[in-house]
């Protein structure tokens, strides 16, 4: 059975404190791992799409890197607008994508 | 940019009633999901379709009906409503075909309150 495992659940940084948030999955056959923010009472909005391990994407503050066994979100420096939940996914066989539950991530100015 | 629209932010229902959830994406994608967002439980899959007319059982369709009768259009259908399908209901749509990014695009979510 395909499982993605965030940690931590929830995460309290000072402004420009810079941390890590973690993955780790077990499936067969990676489809792709998927970030995703998601803001109080709204849809997850598409971060980033890692397809092998040693891949790194990069966008603003935020950089996503991947391995056979987890991801992580680095996020460097961070502003109280980057307060929101992660979603971690995997891809999975026949379009599928199973999330782990998420780090709740606030940022305090 | 991909856009998914749908139909309501919020929603109150009694129970018993029968509901439709509609979707409606903007970017010509084959495959569309219902998703239904839990505390705790996260992100569980209701419904998919791979294309017009198509649907597939997601982890929990218990209670729940597709209808896909065009491909910008997927709607979720409660029978019933239940005080337990109280949610946060999610769209999300992806291109589909051979060699397409597994990336899905979500909507900005149905909050559905039955009381």
């Known amino acids: 059975e395909d499982q993605v495992t965030q940690s931590p659940e929830a995460l309290r940084l000072q402004e420009g404190e810079s941390s890590s948030l973690n993955c780790s999955y077990t499936?067969?056959?990676?489809?792709?791992l998927f970030w995703y923010r998601q803001d109080p009472g709204k849809g997850p909005e598409f971060l980033f799409t890692?397809?092998?391990a040693g891949e790194e994407k990069e966008k603003e503050r935020l950089k996503a890197t991947l391995t056979k066994k987890e991801s992580f979100l680095h996020i460097t420096a961070p502003k109280p607008e980057d307060s929101a939940t992660y979603l971690c996914?995997?891809?999975?066989?026949?379009?599928?994508?199973?999330f782990g539950e998420g780090t709740q991530l606030t940022v305090n100015p | 940019d991909v856009k998914v629209t749908q139909s309501s932010r919020y929603l109150v229902k009694r129970t018993g009633e029968k509901v439709f959830l509609e979707c409606v994406q903007d970017?010509?994608?084959?495959?569309m999901f219902w998703y239904r967002q839990d505390p705790g439980l996260g992100l569980r899959l209701i419904y998919f379709?791979?294309?017009?007319?198509?649907?597939e059982k997601g982890d929990i369709p218990e209670g729940y009906s597709v209808s896909r009768e065009k491909k910008e259009r997927f709607s979720l259908i409660l029978e019933s409503a239940s005080t337990n399908q109280t949610s946060m209901y999610l769209c999300?749509?992806?291109?589909?075909?051979?060699?397409?990014?597994?990336?899905?695009?979500f909507g900005p979510g149905t909050r559905l309150l039955v009381l």
């Open positions: 999300a749509s992806r291109l589909g075909g051979a060699g397409a990014s597994e990336t899905q695009y």
């Open positions: 499936v067969s056959g990676l489809r792709g």
């Open positions: 890692l397809y092998s």
């Open positions: 996914a995997v891809g999975t066989s026949g379009s599928r994508l199973t």
């Open positions: 970017m010509d994608h084959e495959n």
């Open positions: 379709s791979y294309d017009v007319k198509m649907k």
